[in-house]
């Protein structure tokens, strides 16, 4: 295997020819610039803005890293952000009237209870000369709620729900 | 403007310019650019020819040689100085350029440099293209394309073992320490590719 047993000197001679290919002329003027602006560059700002975010926070980083990653996930986080913010606006919708309709059915019971207010008392309930001695609910909100019975239908909601109480003296 | 009409030989570790370097690399160590300018400066030529010779194309060589100078920066923090940092970069720039063409397998595209003016007045090239040598006129244009295709159809080893010995005129105990293999490997895969590519170029040069 040694050099000697073959004849490599035509090779060599043509392989010098390799050595006589040049870039284009003022090529390696430029290119150590070259170099040191790109070193420059992802030194100063060359990262994204999500790599320089990671870089310089840990967990929200993660997370941001995470987003850019998989776009969707944006999506899907905002899709359920959206969600739950209505989820939340619909729950609190019905636990104030519902306790509207505690506060009205609590007033009805005992009138001179002193968290109610005169102004919504009066809203609440007309006086005894003005009914006849009857208390009528007038609460549209308490009133129209449908009524869901042991069998899972609704009630009809024209029938408004009317409390009789004897008129206090 | 360069001109590779000799070939590139490894750094002498005893000359004074060597010593220099070790400063230059401290200093860049520290991120001191301009120190790091005058190192791309004084090895941005062999690195780019050896990378050329590999991919046969200006553009991929630029691309890898600049990437490989980029990644010796941010790497320079684990250079220990067990070796050169000569022998350092050029690990990178071979191992760079050799992934490369792993993924590009079988998807060359030759975009060859420009022969030098001297190239037709070099007495062993102008023997080949005389009508003695060959056993078919070429002109040395021709010859640079059969060579450059010859050279491709070699396995990334031995095609880098070639370049770095016979074009580059690197040792081969400084092969083996950049290829990281032992001096046998690197006398076997030259052999083997001295063979081949004689094959593949026999219509051009007398055996």
Known sequence: MSEKNENFEDLKKLLKLKRYEIPPPGYFNNFSGDVVSRIRAGEAGGQSFFERIQADSGFWGNILFVFQRKPGLIGGLATSMCLLLLFGVVLLDHSESGQMATDAVTAEASPSAPDVSPTLASAISLEPSDTGGIAVNTNPVASLQPVTTFAGSSANPLFQPVGFMPASQ | MLTMSEPATVPDPNAPA??????????????????????VKRYQERIYATIYHMTGNHEDANDLAQDSFIKAYSALKSFKGGSS?????????????????????????????????????????????????????????????????????????????????????V??????????????????????????????????IKT
């Open chain 2, 18 to 39: 060597n010593v220099l370097e070790g400063d230059l690399v401290r200093r860049a160590r520290r991120g001191d650019l301009p120190a790091y300018d005058e190192l």
């Open chain 2, 171 to 204: 040792s081969h105990e400084e092969i083996a320490e950049v290829v990281g293999c032992n001096i046998g490997t690197v006398r076997s895969r030259l052999f083997y590719a001295r063979q081949q590519l004689q094959g593949y170029l026999a219509d051009y």
């Open chain 2, 85 to 169: 940092f000569y022998t350092w970069l050029y690990r990178i720039a071979v191992n760079k350029t050799i992934n490369f063409l792993k993924q590009r397998r079988n998807k060359h595209h030759l975009s060859l440099n420009d022969l030098d003016f001297n190239a037709e007045h070099d007495p062993d090239l102008v023997a080949l293209i005389s009508d003695k040598t060959p056993t078919r006129d070429v002109n040395l244009i021709e010859l640079q394309n059969k060579l450059n295709e010859a050279l491709l159809k070699l396995s990334e080893p031995h095609r880098m073992v070639v370049v770095l010995h016979d074009v580059q005129g």
